[in-house]
């Protein structure tokens, strides 16, 4: 079974500057999504970016990027230019590409606070 | 283009009632998929719905139960609630173009469900 990992419980950030949130993962697979959710108070899930594993380009969403290791099963986001507004609980997701009927295996999340 | 809502926001149940917690999927997406959060956890895959049938399910009890109607709404319903099933309830929508191809969740503000 897959496993998602997310060692961090809790972040800080000043404005402006850049922070990165780790997470693990192990799975058997070779094709798979990975997904970084925010959660703000407001609780609905957000997505922030997704990286397809056959993809060896990390993704970019503008402040937000990937740094994908699919050797070492790890997918961290780093944020740029921190804003207020990125203050909320970060959730890395998995989903298997082939499997059918398969959702979203998420970690446990890492609570960013952001000050100014 | 409506996003996913979910009703009610706030639910009291006691402990062996049933609840219905219901969701209405963003317009064009045929397939929901249903998590249960726990404070302070990450969400938990309960079950997907596919054009009105059942085809993915986590480890949850029997008394975790659901319907997807034609419209591509959805329902679950609990059986015989316990203390542990308080928690936050979060449908997410999603176009297949197969059964197992679902891109681009959308997710709900969720139902807080408490059972005293």
């Known amino acids: 079974a897959q496993t998602v990992t997310q060692s961090q419980p809790e972040m800080s950030v000043q404005e402006a500057e850049t922070v990165t949130l780790s997470c693990t993962y192990d799975t058997s697979e070779s094709d798979y999504y990975l997904f970084w959710y925010k959660q703000p108070p407001s609780r609905q899930m957000i997505l922030v970016i997704r990286q397809e594993a056959y993809k060896q380009q990390n993704a970019t969403e503008n402040r937000f990027s990937v740094n994908f290791q699919k050797a070492a099963k790890s997918f961290s986001l780093k944020i740029s230019d921190s804003q207020l507004g990125d203050a909320a609980m970060y959730f890395c997701?998995?989903?298997?590409?082939?499997?059918?009927?398969?959702?979203?295996?998420f970690g446990k999340g890492t609570t960013l606070s952001v000050s100014s | 283009e409506t996003g996913v809502t979910q009703s009610p926001t706030h639910l009291i149940k006691t402990r062996g009632q049933q609840v219905t917690l219901r969701c209405s999927s963003q317009?064009?997406?045929?397939?929901v998929s249903w998590y249960q959060q726990a404070l302070g956890q990450g969400p938990q895959f309960i079950f997907q719905y596919y054009r009105e049938e059942e085809n993915g399910r986590g480890n949850f009890p029997p008394r975790f139960s659901g319907l997807q109607f034609p419209n591509y709404s959805s329902e679950l319903n609990v059986n015989a609630l316990e203390l542990d099933d308080s928690a936050l309830y979060l449908c997410?929508?999603?176009?297949?173009?197969?059964?197992?191809?679902?891109?681009?969740?959308?997710f709900g503000s969720g139902t807080r469900l408490t059972v005293v």
């Open positions: 997410a929508s999603s176009l297949a173009l197969q059964a197992r191809t679902a891109y681009g969740y959308t």
């Open positions: 317009s064009g997406h045929n397939t």
């Open positions: 997701a998995y989903r298997s590409f082939h499997q059918a009927g398969t959702a979203l295996i």
